[in-house]
């Protein structure tokens, strides 16, 4: 069987422009929204990545008439129908979760395969389900490989997170949208993304306050009709390329940011020596060629997200003693460690903590486990010696647009080959 690997030869200086995408985990979530409109949604700004083409595919699956050209999204779910969603392309996605909330809001009942995606260690929905089950809804998973969600009516109610969840506070608000009355969200997600979609259900007339704070409230409307909305920047994919320019940028400009959503990276960057540039929507990342030792633990936002602690961690084999990385949302998100070991990383992990030491990383055949720990190894191989040929790329072109073609632009020896495996 063929594959698709990326091959990197290091210790290229980068230098030139990157543009960043619309947000993923926006994306992700805003599209299964659209179905819950009763006329056309226009969707601009997207990023293009496999996910984003997986969900429009699970909606076309509903009878959903939509147009992808570009980065613009068109759905008209005028002719929508409430089918059993493929369990194929749901088992390939976490994401597809939200398919549940969108229709449960829109239908009141909905059966869908159990969510897949990145294996990052437990990532149970029991909060998503706790807060269905809040609203009215029966849940009946007891086939094991489907969830069938069903409710006569869908109401208002008071739902206490037990954990900050982004997946679960957007899932709650999207199903409690169109719910009667009012529902009240206490230790919600305060990210950009759950703002954006917060937005986005607003301008098609739902009515919710509170997105951006631990307490959202939504009060219930009984439709929503179409709108045309676009997506915020992409604050991971940023703040890949601010380690990707500091690992070995000259002067690289970043455009389409909001500096205030990567501001916990570029605190730690700048702890560690790099040099940083802000403007109102761009930075100016440049390597430097001597690093501090730096501490990171990874927090729910505002902190430091866990999504980047695998991208910075090559940095940190360029500093002048041991860092220690602490992811504290997914503790057992370490399994580029050992495809960092196998590049001459002096790096362990232990209890959700990486200790990482000063060293020389040397070209290895090494294994992308997921989206970010792709991420990673792309900054490890552009600063190693020699080849880096990294496997599993599906997983990088999940969540990152063109970065083949982009690092090329920006000097980097990278190429993609097809493997026998």
Known sequence: MMQEVIKIKGGRTLKGEVEISGAKNSSVAIIP????????????????????????????????????????????????KNAVLPNHKVESLRASYYMMGALLGRFKKCVIGLPGGCPLGPRPIDQHIKGFKALGAEVDESDGRTM?????????????????????????????????????IENAAKEPEVVDVANFLNSMG?????????????????????????????????GTY???????????????????????????????????????????????DNYHSVDIKTLVYPGFATDLQQPVTPLLFLADGPSFVTDTIYPERFRHVKELQNMNGAIDSDRGTATIKPSKLQGADVYASDLRAGACLIVAGLIAKDVTTIFNVRHIYRGYTDIVQTLKRLGADIWTEKVEV
């Open 206 to 238: 739902a009515k919710i306050t509170g997105a951006g704070t631990s307490t959202i409230k939504i009060n219930g409307v009984e439709s929503l009709h179409g709108t045309t909305h676009t997506i915020i920047p992409d604050r991971i994919e940023a």
């Open 33 to 80: 929204a659209s179905l819950m409109a009763t006329d056309t949604v226009k969707l601009e700004g997207l990023p293009k990545i496999s996910d984003v083409e997986t969900l429009v595919s699970l909606l076309e699956d509903l009878n959903i008439s939509t147009q992808l050209e570009d980065t613009h999204l068109t759905v008209d779910p005028s002719q929508i």
């Open 242 to 288: 601010m380690c990707i320019a500091a690992a070995s940028g000259e002067r690289i400009k970043i455009h389409n940011i909001i500096p205030k959503h990567v501001e916990p990276l570029t605190v730690k960057l700048k702890e560690l020596g790099v040099d940083i540039e802000l403007g109102d929507d761009f930075m100016i990342v440049s390597a430097r």
């Open 148 to 184: 069938k969600l069903e409710a006569k009516q869908l109401k208002g109610a008071n739902i206490y997170l037990d954990i900050v969840s982004v997946g679960a506070t957007i899932n709650i608000m999207l199903a409690a949208s169109l719910a009667k009355g009012q529902t009240v």
